[in-house]
């Protein structure tokens, strides 16, 4: 949503663009001196944060959707004036505040009260009421209804004042890891995306990924499959990716000859894995440094098959729906020459290439992101064809897009606190994980089939990094504990969480698309889950097979391309993503043989994801059984058309 139009829904005059776009150079202002030089304690730091992102929501978020009323105006300058209340009382005293942690005052009650109260309605304004309410369940589950829950789920009533120390009066809430990590991390990488988004490179990415795939059959969706792989290094969500990248690609794919409900449905499964698109990944990959205790270095090497096999999934899917279609090439003229691009344009590779060795080489992520957009402005200037971008209102455009978009982000950070600290305070997490080990026996494909089901709930309401936060200390540890791989239980998480925004009922990067599009929402989002069908067998096959994440010998890894490869490729066969026949050819065959032909290749997707002997050879038979169907029905189709 552009600036003015945020303001207008706002109920704000235009005169205030130059106070928001204050606010966020001061935000950024603050995060580079802090890079540069940290003489500020981490309290002083993400109260001051926290007190702007309070103030930032409450001054130009309305309580509603309709105008603000003089009366709603005063009430919410009241929260902005309370907002900088109960943050700089923390800045200012922080010392004595934390060392009185279990022994408060009566100011410190109403501080720390007004505080959960303020964040969670801030958190209302911005993302929705899904998040404030799951942290109102898990602020009352220590006060009031915990020990009246069954089994593992039961715990010990704590006092309010213990509470509230953790969730405000100390760094394990609202204050905590969360908010340290979007707040160190994730905050700058926003900026850089904006700032590649400000300065033409990404525009260079579209430019670049039709030259490589525009004339190839179905081009224009494989331009939104390899643009939206490129620009998940530019924007922060899946959402965000289907709106930057999808009202040029999905026109494009409309014109070629997609249907809209296909074309939009591209989009969307496109965009949603470019959130785990190495080597700059989607915002809860990031959570994973703190959470997994994992570099980033090694995150995004254990990352690379998994994005590579989800991309080919929906580059296939695409081909062969233009196969289908019999859509043909498009004219290489009318598509940029790669060459000239490169030699024109090629520089724009370069600050993700800088980032990317610096991650690889273990430098501080801070200072990496930091020096990379400055080398970002850099190329701009001294690239004659981006030289165009570079002015003072795209500096300062994309300095205050950046900080726009993470607001939201930061806020749903300080609400997640909430909840981390209250699973944290009753070992809730200990107790899930027991649980999950309990009611899947101990049989690991059970407890990832469990997981899986708790990130899709979860994402009919609530962010990927949201959901990544809670699940990744109440999930996580259990499937830990049942062997599954430190890098395979966080990367499963997060890949479930990501697939929710493809996952009927509620879909938020289809619906995204399909608006787009023009299209029917949930058949979009019942093509997009089709086509991301990866998504959805990639983590089980990398949880139970270590070496499609770069673990181990390079035996186990061969063995473990060489399976998920078979494996998704009867997947494939069996939800027509690769289609071995005409189209036309299921009309004249009885229901049953279909059936029977989907469930066998099915199978075998299923079971060669168990890295053991019995179930590879049955999955084999199920492939073979299934191309053998595939056979007779081709020599009976030939025979047909001899004899007449």
Known sequence: MSENKDDQAAGLPRSVEGFKTGICLVMFALQVWTVLTWHLDDA????????????????????????????AVAVDLAMVGLSLYVTLYVVFDFVEIFGRAGDINTQDYVVGSLAVLLVLEATRRTTGWALPVLSVVFILYPLAYGPYMPGVLNSSTFGFERVLTLLYLSMGGILGVAFKVTLEFIFLFIIFGAFLNRFGIAEFFID???????????GSAKVAVVASSLMGTVNGSATANVASTGVLTIPMMKREGFTPTFAGAVEAAASTGGQIMPPIMGAAAFLMVEFARIPYSEIIIHALLPAVFYF?????AVH??????????????????????????????????????????????????LWSLVLTIVIAIVTPDLRKYVTFENLVGAVADGVKTSIPLLLASACAGIVIGTVMLTSLSINISAMIVELSQGIAIVALVLSAICCLIMGLGLPTQIIYLTLAILVAPGLVDMGISVPGAHLFIIYFGMMSMVTPP?????????????????????????IALAGQLVPFYFALNPGLLLIGSATDIAIAIARASVGLFAAGLAFEIFRMWPANRDATVPRIVIYVRRLVFFAAGIALIFPTILPTVIGIACLLSGLLIVFLLSRTERRIATDS
């Open 312 to 316: 080919a999934m929906v580059w296939a």
């Open 44 to 71: 002083e730091i993400r109260g001051l944060f926290l007190g702007f992102v309070l103030l930032f929501a409450f001054a130009f978020y309305p309580a509603t959707k309709k105008s603000r009323s003089m009366g």
């Open 506 to 530: 509620i879909c938020f990067a289809a619906f995204t698309a399909a608006t787009l599009a023009g299209a029917d929402l949930m058949k979009t989002g019942v093509v997009a889950f089709r």
């Open 208 to 218: 670049f990924a039709r030259a490589v795939a525009g004339t190839s059959r179905g």
């Open 320 to 369: 062969f729906e233009a196969i289908r279609l019999g859509l043909a090439r498009a004219a290489r003229e009318t598509l940029p020459d790669i060459w000239p691009l490169l030699r024109s344009r090629g520089t724009a590779f370069l600050p993700i290439i800088f980032l990317t060795v610096m991650i690889l080489f273990k430098q501080a992520l801070m200072d990496s992101v």
